[in-house]
């Protein structure tokens, strides 16, 4: 398998502009997670899936800011318009939740995130 | 909520030698696990180790080792024989097993000098 593939890996935009970041997790978890890492705050949680539904949206910082997972295979992060304070690494990350049956680990699996920056 | 606090924000080590990195966690609950995952400059997150909340034995992988409190709510790594590529960020995570919610610390950066 692949692991987990997000994309673009790096995005450069200006301020205003609608930012779209795509994630693949790996076939068979049917947990996701967005993940933002700045070097202020560190890895923030802002939203997790299981089975494709938004299960806590509580780290989505504000309306700019929307998680979509249509389907098992396909997550997107959108951030409309963007900021300049939203420059950071975004990460995402899946894995084997408990309702996936076989063995629950907890381990989740990271992609190699999408570093976004806001002029 | 829960929250997980690393108090060391770096680290260093000379290589061959052992290094621990401290964590310590609050939680209402009983049913968790705990996690370090590593993070090196190449920004790629790996999980180094985990531990289940209600096995009392002490986690092992290879160089790497846990020391977990429950009653202290504290869970720190112990890096044997350092190595140049243990150099990255480390972070300690907590996952309430009920919710699959995972909340990391800041982290603690390792620099392994040679």
């Known amino acids: ?119 | 909520a829960q929250t997980v606090t690393q108090s060391q924000p770096e680290m260093s080590v000379q290589e061959a030698e052992t290094v621990t990195l401290s964590c310590t966690y609050d939680t209402s609950e009983s049913n968790y696990y705990l996690f370090w995952y590593k993070q090196p400059p190449s920004r790629q997150m790996i999980l180094v180790i985990r531990q289940e909340a209600y096995k009392q034995q002490n986690a092992t992988e290879n160089r790497f080792s846990v020391n977990f409190q429950k009653a202290a709510k504290s869970f720190s790594l112990k890096i044997s024989d350092s190595q140049l590529g243990d150099t990255a960020m480390y972070f300690c995570a907590f996952m309430n097993r009920l919710s699959e919610k995972l909340v990391f610390g800041k982290g603690t950066k390792l620099t392994v000098n040679p």
């Not at chain 1, 504000?62 to 389907?71: G, I, Q, T, W, Y």
């Open chain 1, 1 to 119: 398998d692949a692991g987990v593939i997000q994309s673009p890996r790096h995005e450069v935009t200006e301020m205003g502009q609608e930012v779209t970041l795509r994630c693949k997790p790996i076939s068979g978890h049917n947990s996701l997670f967005w993940y933002r890492q700045t070097m202020m705050r560190g890895l923030e949680l802002l939203i997790y899936f299981n089975n494709n539904v938004p299960i806590d949206d509580s780290g989505m910082p504000e309306d700019r800011f929307s998680a979509k997972m249509p389907n098992a295979s396909f997550s997107t992060l959108k951030i409309q318009p963007s900021e300049p304070r939203d420059s950071a690494v975004y990460f995402c990350a899946g894995g084997q939740g408990a309702l996936a049956g076989g063995p629950h680990t907890g381990e989740l699996f990271f992609g190699e995130g999408s570093r976004l920056t806001v002029l």
